[in-house]
């Protein structure tokens, strides 16, 4: 259950050790003192699988005795554990929230959903949602992400977020227009006879994934360009081409895996077999599951690759095999046993992350200066923190 | 004495040292013994110990002392702080976890069979019938791009049938019932469906396939109790109100797909769906002046089943002749009983169904109020 996953697969993060080695001789060959050979630190995740499931099912028995109450200090625990697990250069991550900020926040968050949820109800549920979800969305992504990068820490110097509410808007404002996209083409669709609205599907396919990459890009970039590690700032290096051919190549890794599929389920529906309607979801769901692994390594890739402090960077180099295996077994163990292996999944899936994203460090790793000491939380960092599902610093 | 790391909290630089406590005051040490900070120990926060993770003493100055020494941190503090202590006993003792396995699993049976049902008819209570003809708008013009073509059906035979059908729809199904003949792009296959703004379809299979007018009207009556009882709107609330709830306590919604033995609860809410629609079929054809058991004839043909005089016969122990079973109905093979599109798997438990039917018909009164 807990030994080491894809061990084949970890050979793939050496890339980047011999990428930085390489460079050495020819730093030195070329003679530029101003740039130093960098010195690969691979992310290492320690958890095991069994002792984060016992800390879990205790957490989530604890949070049923007590009606939930105890969610934000199980909240705690998992976090402290998935960062307390994650290492590089020998030094632990640290998570340093309090439980009560977090209950404090989650209960207001409850108090909103349940408004939301009456409103729905009573009102013209359509309008707040139009208009109440993309002005409060943004907000509650700024001050989460504040309230996350305050509270973890390493080497005992807290990270920070320095993003406001107006450019997360500026980053976001593209997910409006799939949104309006989105509705209008539900809106077509219903209206139109169905061959028209075959026709129509391909276009809008296209224009939605340039759009997501479009968010993708814009959101990555906000998130990596506010963030602070003390007072050292991110710069985030991609460009918009790298994020639209990504989202294109997925649609093609769709595209292929529904005909690959097709060619081997279409015999068998001819032959009367197996019938249409049973295969079909199979067929999709193996199309979305390829879409989505791909999609995932390849913008963490993209995400880390271009991340850098000064003098400092990042290397990611996940494998399309290599998630989709680890996502696979994580799926499997988790049918098999009824859902309980979903925790050791978190493990499983934080271990590969890990495995495959270096830090490249070109100056010691000792003269970050930390930021203004702040432990306290404003009740806004609290309310947004509720919605920051994310157990592991990745 | 404690090996560890020292970080005086302005920068990431940090030196081995060593940590004492004398007399409730914690000193650090660096490597040559000279002390870095001394506070009393009450005055520093030590984390709470979690599996193997490294445990660290913050100072008021934001100074900070790292261990990985678990072991040594719990001798030095002696008596554990006991609220976390015992968290931690209870994540490191298996009898514990499985006690906790049930605790979930059993809260989650709960919630699944009296919980949710309760809240999520409330909430349908409360929806005005607007609202959920809304959420079914557009259902039809939908499953007809995907499922259906228009009916084979002979124009005549469609207006007699609406014609008889008429009253029924008007008097149980209230203004927004319709009726819709179709039939399925795959095959015949019999079937009736209820959508959630009132429309009722019925398959040109299914027409062809009762024996008797009144076996239809039975059919509708049934789809009309679906309608009436809003047993779409409320599967679907009860669908996401579980998920909800479990995340809504624990906060993980990983926690609800941990609780998949509970599955097996919400397949019992379309059985108590369906008796509650042949309820309303039987209440309505006795007001009609039909007999109920043309509901219960009907679903035997659907369902393959042998009429009722050979079951009869069958259970007396006289011989059985052959096994009569439908033209449609015999066509199931194994991999067509998994069809989303077979009457079977839209309708389950149907010998069940007929049997309980077919005494309620034999004593309507008692059973129906
Ligand atoms: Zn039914």
């Not at chain 1, 890794?253 to 599929?261: S, Y």
């Not at chain 2, 033209?327 to 010998?351: C, M, Q, V």
Request: aromatic fraction near 10%.
């Amino acid at each position: 259950m807990n030994e080491h996953p894809a061990t084949g697969q970890s050979a793939s993060a050496l890339p980047a050790d011999t990428a930085a080695s390489r460079e050495k001789p020819a730093a030195a060959a070329e003679g530029a003192p101003e740039s130093p050979p960098r010195k690969t630190h691979p992310f290492e995740f320690r958890g095991n699988g069994l002792e984060y499931f016992k800390i879990w099912i205790v957490n989530v028995a604890l949070s049923i005795l007590t009606l939930g109450i105890y969610s934000a200090w199980a909240t705690v625990r998992s976090r402290r554990y998935f960062y307390a697990n994650t290492w590089l250069a020998g030094e632990p991550f640290e998570y340093l929230a309090s439980p009560l900020p977090i209950l404090k926040g989650r209960a207001v968050a409850v108090a909103l959903l349940a408004l939301y949820a009456l409103s729905n109800m009573y009102l013209m549920g359509e309008i707040v949602f139009l208009i109440v979800l993309p002005i409060a969305a943004p907000w509650l992504i700024v001050k989460g992400l504040a309230f996350r990068h305050r509270m973890s820490a390493w080497r005992n110097v807290q990270f920070r977020f320095h993003g406001t509410y107006l450019k997360a808007v500026a980053a976001l404002w593209p997910v409006l227009l799939i949104a309006a996209l989105s509705l209008g083409f539900v809106a077509l669709l219903v209206k139109s006879p169905p061959q028209l609205a075959l026709l129509l599907l391909l276009p809008y396919v296209l224009l939605l994934m340039f759009l997501a990459a479009w968010v993708g890009f814009r959101f990555s970039r906000f998130r990596v360009n506010y963030s602070a590690y003390g007072t050292t700032r991110f710069r985030f290096g991609a460009k918009l081409g790298g994020y639209v051919s990504i989202f294109m190549a997925t649609l093609g890794v769709g595209f292929f895996v529904g005909m690959v599929c097709g060619i081997v389920v279409f015999p068998l529906i001819l032959l009367g077999t197996f019938n249409a309607e049973l295969l079909l979801p199979v067929v999709t769901s193996a199309q979305i599951f390829a879409m989505l692994a791909f999609q995932k390594q390849a913008t963490t890739n993209i995400y880390f690759n271009s991340a850098a402090l000064p003098g400092h960077d990042f290397r990611a180099s996940l494998s399309f095999w290599g998630l989709a295996k680890t996502w696979l077994i994580c799926l499997f163990l988790a049918v098999v046993t009824l859902g309980l292996y979903l925790p050791a999944a978190r493990v499983r899936i934080a271990r590969y992350m890990a495995d495959h994203i270096a830090f490249r460090a070109r100056d010691s790793l000792e003269e970050f200066s930390a930021a203004e000491a702040q432990r306290a939380s404003a009740l806004g960092e609290q309310v947004g923190q509720a919605f920051d599902v994310e157990l592991s610093p990745f | 004495m404690i090996d560890g790391f020292f970080s005086d909290g302005r920068g990431s630089r940090r030196m081995p040292s060593t940590l004492q406590l004398a007399g409730g005051q914690a000193t650090v040490l660096d490597a040559a013994g000279r002390a870095l900070i001394s506070a009393p120990l009450a005055d520093t926060r030590i984390s709470s110990r979690l599996a193997s993770t490294p445990r660290s003493f913050r100072f008021a100055g934001g100074e900070q002392f790292v261990t990985s020494d678990n072991a040594a941190v719990d001798a030095l503090l002696r008596q554990p702080d006991s609220r976390w202590g015992l968290l931690q006993r209870l994540e490191s003792n298996y009898l514990a976890v499985i006690v906790c396995v049930a605790i979930v699993w059993g809260a989650a049976f709960l919630l699944a069979r009296y919980c949710v049902p309760w809240a999520a008819d409330q909430m349908a209570r409360q929806m005005s019938p607007e609202m959920a003809a809304r959420m079914g708008q557009g259902a039809l013009r939908l499953t007809d791009g995907v499922l259906f073509r228009p009916s084979a059906l002979p124009r005549e035979r469609q207006l007699q049938l609406r014609k008889q059908l008429q009253g029924v729809l008007e008097r149980y199904g209230g203004p927004a019932a319709k009726l819709h003949f179709r039939r399925f792009r795959r095959g015949p296959m019999p079937n009736a469906f209820a959508l959630p703004d009132g429309s009722i379809v019925l398959t040109d299979t299914l027409v062809k396939l009762a024996l008797h007018e009144n076996e239809i009207l039975a059919v509708v009556c049934h789809e009309i109790g679906h309608v009436q009882h809003r047993h779409l709107l409320r599967q679907s609330l009860r669908a996401s109100a579980f998920g909800a709830l479990i995340f809504l306590a624990t906060g993980e919604a990983s926690a609800a797909i941990v609780s998949l033995p509970t599955v097996l609860v919400a397949l019992s809410y379309r059985r108590e769906f369906e008796r509650e629609a042949d309820q309303f079929a039987i209440k309505a054809l006795i007001d009609e002046g039909v007999s109920p058991l043309h509901l219960a004839s009907m679903l035997r043909r659907l369902g393959g089943l042998a009429p009722r005089e050979a079951e009869d016969a069958a259970r007396e122990g006289n011989e059985v002749p052959g096994k009569p079973r439908t033209p449609a109905a015999s066509e199931g093979r194994f991999f067509r009983d998994l069809d989303a599109t077979d009457y079977f798997s839209t309708h389950p438990d149907i010998h069940e169904r007929v049997l309980w039917i077919e005494a309620a018909a034999a004593a309507p009164a008692p059973e129906l109020q």
